[in-house]
């Protein structure tokens, strides 16, 4: 696969056009909350699901950890809880998220 990088003035400009708008969109706005929030919980269930299959108790703190490394979405924690906000740490993982869970 040939790197295009260079067409792009930027990271952010890159991940906008492989998995669509998702810099400079707030998510204090209520409908890209609610977005955010629906595929959250989609994730999250997939995460239970899989740790009650293999026997495991579900774990916040765990899911935390398999969700970056699944599908490289850092949450933020606000008080021990999954914050509004959350950042892109491996591009061809989260567009995998995006694709499975939107």
């Known amino acids: 696969m040939a790197n ?13 056009t492989l998995i669509g ?6 998510v ?3 409908e890209n909350r609610y977005e955010h929030w629906l595929t959250l919980t989609k994730a ?3 995460f239970d699901n899989d740790r009650v299959a293999q026997g495991h108790q579900v774990d916040i703190d765990v899911f935390y950890e398999w969700i970056e490394l699944t599908y ?9 809880m ?21």
């Open 4 to 16: 295009n990088n260079h067409l792009y003035q930027d990271r952010q400009a890159r991940l906008d």
């Open 21 to 26: 708008q998702v810099t400079g969109i707030s």
């Open 72 to 80: 490289g979405v850092r949450l933020q924690r606000v008080d021990g």
């Open 44 to 46: 999250k269930a997939e």
């Open 82 to 102: 999954i914050g509004p906000e959350f950042s892109i740490v491996d591009e061809q993982k989260y567009l995998i998220y995006k694709l499975k869970f939107d």
């Open 28 to 30: 204090n706005v209520s």
